[in-house]
């Protein structure tokens, strides 16, 4: 959480230095190379300990998340929230080896063994219709299987990511999520393409619980103001375009997970709405709510969901000015 605070100059962004990125990604290479000796269960396993660890040690990261879940879930006792927090830190860690692994093992002839479909089924359909939506998640389990399935079986699907700040890495990763067919935009470039991807009836996917700073539209996340972005209930309205808030929850331990969506927001819904982009924002919103709370141990409460507040609650006694944490 934060105060709102007078903007200042952006700071200029440090240039990486090419012979430390190559070398993180000759690294991150050989670091692929020995997970592949074991299995994914094995490299889960080590996965949740590397997560403990960085609980016990990221001490910034850890207080936020414990702040975050104080603050959302409200009368629940101080073990609940170290539990939580730390199989939340956990996660964190079990998605990279879910990212290296998934084109490994998973294929359109062996997928059920990795995963299973609930309550899809509409939304693959009005996929396959070609008439363009907006499929959204949240920072839960392993949200990059979605499109990597998406793209397995052909779907006319777009993610849109930022690049990584290392060049090779985010080229090497960007491979190794577009080798099944997932077509990945930058963030950067994304907004001159929209026009053409949704008129020829493509599904343009977002993470849509990020932070949008001052400017953008506060709506209720567990009980408290988010800030949230405009843009997709505004290409939503621009374009009449349905909007599915899906998700992928991890079943135990394992490298296997639920695939749902929970909620799709149809044009009829809001075209008689006072503000049918508040109404939007606000619904998809709780929608990702709602998936969290069937097993908060998989939502990323280290992220920085409440950085700003709105301009009105500035001066609220007792709150911090502002997290510039990591």
């Known amino acids: 959480m934060a105060y709102y605070v007078p903007a ?57 998340a414990l702040d975050n879940l104080r603050a959302s879930y409200p009368g629940k006792d101080e073990q609940w929230y170290i539990d939580t927090g730390r199989r939340s830190f956990e996660q964190l860690a079990m998605i990279a080896i879910d990212v290296l692994f998934t084109p490994k093992l998973v294929r359109k002839d062996n997928w059920r063994r990795y995963s299973y479909f609930k309550t899809a089924e509409r939304a693959k359909w009005m996929m396959k219709e070609g008439k363009g939506m907006i499929m959204i998640a949240g920072h839960y389990a392993n949200f990059e299987i979605m499109g990597y399935m998406l793209g ?16 090779y890495i985010s080229k090497y990763l960007y491979g190794v999520r577009e080798n099944a067919g997932q077509k990945i935009i930058d963030k950067k470039g994304a907004t001159a393409m929209m026009d053409t991807l949704l008129k020829e009836g493509a599904t343009v996917c977002f ?111 007792g709150q911090p000015k502002e997290d510039n944490g990591d």
């Open 8 to 64: 200042k100059a952006k700071k200029k962004k440090k240039k990486g230095n090419p012979v430390t990125d190559w070398l993180a990604y000759i690294a991150l290479r050989g670091l692929v190379a020995i997970l592949s000796l074991f299995s994914v269960e094995r490299n889960l396993k080590t996965a949740c300990f590397l997560g403990r660890c960085l609980w016990m040690h990221y001490h910034r990261g850890r207080k936020r």
């Open 152 to 167: 397995l079986f052909g779907y006319n699907v777009y993610s849109i990511a930022r690049p990584l700040d290392n060049p």
């Open 207 to 317: 993470i849509a619980d990020q932070d949008a700073g001052q400017k953008g539209l506060f709506v209720d996340f567990f009980g408290r103001k988010a800030s949230t972005y405009k843009s997709i209930g505004l290409l939503a309205m621009q374009y009449e375009i349905p909007i599915g808030v899906g998700y992928s929850r991890r079943v135990d331990n394992k490298f296997f997970f639920e695939i749902g969506v929970n909620r799709i927001i149809t044009p009829d819904e809001w075209k008689d709405k006072d503000d049918p982009l508040l109404w939007i924002t606000q619904e998809y919103t709780r929608a990702i709510e709602d998936f969290v709370r069937q097993d908060p141990t998989q939502y990323w409460w280290l992220h920085r969901r409440w950085k700003h507040l709105p301009r009105r609650c500035a001066g609220t006694a």
